[in-house]
Structure formats: structure tokens, C-alpha cells
């Protein structure tokens, strides 16, 4: 059904999938795993026509579309339900539908939209409703039926679960299963190696950018360690201190983070935080020991007010000592001037900066022991990632310990008490910030080539 040969995709200089080579069998569902950067996302951008591929081709049912405009390539049958669902949110379910089926006949278009409302009923019921106002689930569904609307031969589905809470996802998946015995031909990226393995036919590993194991989904299922993004990871925290992690892209960080907070479930090992064992428990129950995630991307309930937000990241809480719940939202309005000022603003229209602010105030609100922060300056300008990590500086000496993975080492430097490498999923660096300033190879991957002399 589709075939790739040697894919190379970038961005400009930088190269994101580096010589890819599948087949995906008609009818079968083609799981893309692999760490956050790795490349699953514009290995999927590639094929849908909206990333620069640099070499290599791309064959469905036989024919090379490597070089046809990303319209034409949806009227050869692909369509795509992208990472972060990009909807209309001004336009209603109804109308996100329509746009799916622009290219379609009438009565083609009126069976497919009876179609989607049959796998997911919940739409049926918000035809009307802007599509912005939905919750992360029903938005993902949407997303899905849109891109269902087109009747495509082969439907790309990138990051199924993330951010979805644990009822949604299983509403995607059955769909995805009643899709799959219907011989729709599916190519899943998916962060849950677990719920993807449940249907995968066959599987490909991505890391940075390369297949490092690809084979069928039983032979997957059969032996775990196959497709690991983390391997062996070993380090541990001391109280009171922050420690940072640094790596490539698809090195396995955010996949660690996702792991400690209870998102993602360990293949083995184990993971102690003050003495108890945390692999097993639910992310609520990670929250209630102590330890509370701002994640990658901020991930704000955008259609919620700021103190919508804030009393989410208190929900623990808030049943039992309503008081004091509010008189930390008051303490993170001090902390963060800007949010008091856009307190009954919703999250979705806030800047970059502010919706980070927001992020690491939220979960704040669960008064952890430990903060995990993946990438808080990404994406940011410089003047605010200054005031973020002035504000990390701040939160350690107030007391709380905090586990920062970030790319800008030399700003990570003027804050963190320790460091650890994370290259492959293995850790390859465990070290001071005197250390990690001395070693060369580190010097000139993070830090910029010493100067000669």
C-alpha cells in the first residue's frame, strides 16, 4: 500500500529523518514509535506533503508522490489527523466535518459524515458547538472525523493519546479497531506504546531520525525490550536540589518525564520517591506523593479561565480544604503578576510565555515535594525564558526540588546543582556543573567548542 525508500525530511539545514526506509501493508495498522524528536511526527508531515523531503521516495499503491503538492496527495487517498488536532475553533463540529469532505460528493460526503457520528456518538450530539470548545477528547475525535471525511485509502494519526484522559483514549482506540476490521490502512504515532501494540500490525522504532528496529506487532508484544525508549536508566535526585537532564532530541527525556509522573508505564525497573515505589501507580496517585509535571508544551486547558487552570492543578485538594486552595491561588497571583491580570482570561488565548507561567503555576497548585519540567524555555523569547528560569531559581530556594530537562545548557548551568546525559535512551553523563563544563565532548555538542589556546 505505501511504500518509503530512503526518506530523508528536514527543516532548512536541520535534517529530522535521516535514510527511512517501510512498507505498510494494505489494511494493515502501522505503529511509528519512538521518543518525543525522533521523528515520527515529520516522517507523518513528510507523507501528508507539509515538511521538505530531501531525498528519497514515497510509493501509494505504486505511485511516486514524492514531489505532488499535499492537495493532490489527499485526492490520492491519504489523509492525516495532525499532532494537536489543528482544528477550526471558530467553526462548529458540523462545519470541521464539511471541511473534511470538501473534495467530496454530496451523498459520498453525507455517508461518511454518518459514518464518523457512528464511531463516535458524542460529536453527533455537538454538531452545533464550536469545534474550541470541546474537551481534549472530543476534539481528538473530531480531528480523526475530519480527516475520515475524506474517505481516505490510508489515514495518518499523529499522537493519538497525548494529553487525553484515560476514558477518551479508549474511545479512539475502539474506533481505531472498528476501523481497522473495516481494511482501512492506518499509520499510528503514538507516545502509549501499550495501546498501540494492541492493535499494531507491524511496528517501526524511530530514533533521532533513524529505524532502529522494525518487525510485527506479536514479535513486539513478545519481547518489550525491543522497542524501549529508555534503557536502563539509572540516577537518582537529592532533596532540595535541582537537577537537570539534557540530551538530543529522541533521546528518551520526555519519555522519562512522562514515566516518573505515571503517564507512561516502565517495561521494568523501578522508580522510589522517599522511600516508596511509584511504578504501578496512577498519575493521581504520583500527584498525592508529591510530584507534580509541567509537561512539554505547556498543554493548558485552553478553553478554561487561568483560575480554571489553577483549581485543576489543585483537584486533590479542593474537596477537602477549599480555603486553602484559594489562598494559593492568591500566592501564585503574587508569584506571577501577569496571570492575576488575566485571571477570567481563557488559557488558549494567552502567550507563549504566559501560558508557560501558567504551566508551572498550575502545578504548583498540588504543593509538590519534586516539580518535573520538561523543556519550560522552549519556544519562548528570550526575555521570558529569563524570567522562567529566574522563577526556577526561585522555587529551589523556597524549597522545592526540581528535575528540569532542557536544551539551553548554558542557562541550566547557572541553576542546576546536577547534571545527567541522556543519549539513546542510556544515561552517558553523571556529573557536576564543573564537571559537565570540563568534558569536551559535552563542551562542543551544548556548550559551544572551547576556544583554541
Known amino acids: 500500500m505505501l511504500r518509503l525508500h530512503e526518506l530523508r525530511v528536514g527543516y532548512g539545514a536541520f535534517t529530522a529523518v535521516h535514510g527511512l526506509s517501510l512498507k505498510v501493508g494494505r489494511g494493515d495498522v502501522f505503529a511509528l514509535l519512538g521518543a518525543n524528536g525522533a521523528g515520527k511526527s515529520s516522517t507523518l508531515m513528510a507523507l501528508a506533503g507539509h ?11 505504486d505511485r511516486d508522490i514524492t514531489r505532488l503538492p499535499a492537495a493532490r496527495r489527499a485526492s490520492a487517498g491519504l489523509a492525516i489527523a495532525p499532532e494537536g488536532r489543528r482544528l477550526f475553533p471558530d467553526l462548529s463540529v458540523a462545519e470541521n466535518l464539511e471541511v473534511g469532505g470538501y473534495a467530496q460528493p454530496r451523498r459520498s460526503a453525507a455517508r461518511n459524515r454518518a459514518r464518523v457520528l457512528d464511531l463516535f456518538p458524542r460529536l453527533g450530539q455537538r454538531l452545533a458547538q464550536p469545534a474550541g470548545t470541546l ?37 479512539c482506540y475502539r474506533a481505531l479497531a472498528e476501523l481497522q476490521g473495516s481494511g482501512l490502512t492506518i499509520v499510528l ?62 533521546a528518551g527525556k520526555t519519555t ?55 483549581l485543576a492543578g489543585a483537584f486533590l485538594r479542593l474537596a477537602k480544604d477549599k480555603a486553602a486552595v484559594h489562598a494559593d491561588i492568591e500566592r501564585m497571583f503574587e508569584r506571577f503578576p501577569r496571570l492575576r491580570e488575566r485571571q477570567d482570561q481563557d488559557a488558549g488565548t494567552l502567550s507563549g510565555g ?25 519556544g519562548l523569547a528570550p526575555l521570558i525564558v529569563e524570567e522562567i528560569f529566574r522563577i526556577i531559581g526561585e522555587l529551589n530556594r ?47 555538542a551544548y556548550l559551544g567548542s572551547r576556544r583554541a589556546g
Open 51 to 61: 515538511a521538505e523531503i530531501k531525498a528519497g521516495e514515497i510509493l501509494l499503491e
Open 135 to 171: 474537551s481534549g477528547g472530543e476534539q481528538q475525535m473530531l480531528a480523526i472525523g475530519r480527516a475520515l471525511m475524506a474517505e481516505p485509502k490510508l489515514l495518518m494519526i499523529d499522537e493519538l493519546s497525548l494529553g487525553l484522559m484515560p476514558k477518551a483514549i479508549d474511545v
Open 189 to 250: 504515532v503514538e507516545q502509549n506504546t501499550r495501546r498501540a501494540l494492541e492493535i499494531a500490525d507491524r511496528v517501526c522504532v524511530l530514533e533521532s531520525g533513524r529505524a532502529t528496529w522494525q518487525g510485527t506487532g506479536a514479535e513486539a508484544r513478545a519481547d518489550p525490550a525491543k522497542i524501549e525508549a529508555l534503557r536502563g536508566v539509572s540516577l537518582s535526585l537529592d532533596a532540595g536540589e535541582i537537577t537537570c537532564l539534557l540530551g538530543p532530541n529522541g
Open 256 to 310: 522519562l518525564m512522562m514515566t516518573i509522573a505515571g503517564i507512561l508505564r516502565p517495561n521494568g525497573g523501578s522508580i522510589r520517591f522517599e522511600d516508596a515505589e511509584l511504578v504501578g501507580l496512577t498519575p493521581s496517585d504520583i500527584v498525592a506523593a508529591g510530584i507534580a509535571l509541567v509537561p512539554e508544551n505547556r498543554l493548558v486547558f485552553p478553553q478554561m479561565s487561568v483560575r480554571e487552570n489553577l
Open 354 to 378: 504566559e501560558q508557560q507561567m501558567l504551566a508551572v503555576a498550575r502545578a504548583l497548585m498540588a504543593r509538590p515535594k519534586l516539580l518535573l519540567m520538561d523543556e519550560p524555555s522552549l
Open 398 to 444: 523556597d524549597g522545592t526540588s526540581i528535575f528540569l530537562v532542557e536544551q539551553n545548557a548554558h542557562l541550566a548551568l547557572q541553576v542546576a546543582h546536577h547534571f545527567y546525559l541522556l543519549e539513546q535512551g542510556r544515561v552517558t553523563f553523571d556529573g557536576t556543573p564543573g564537571q559537565l563544563a570540563e568534558d569536551e565532548v559535552i563542551q562542543r
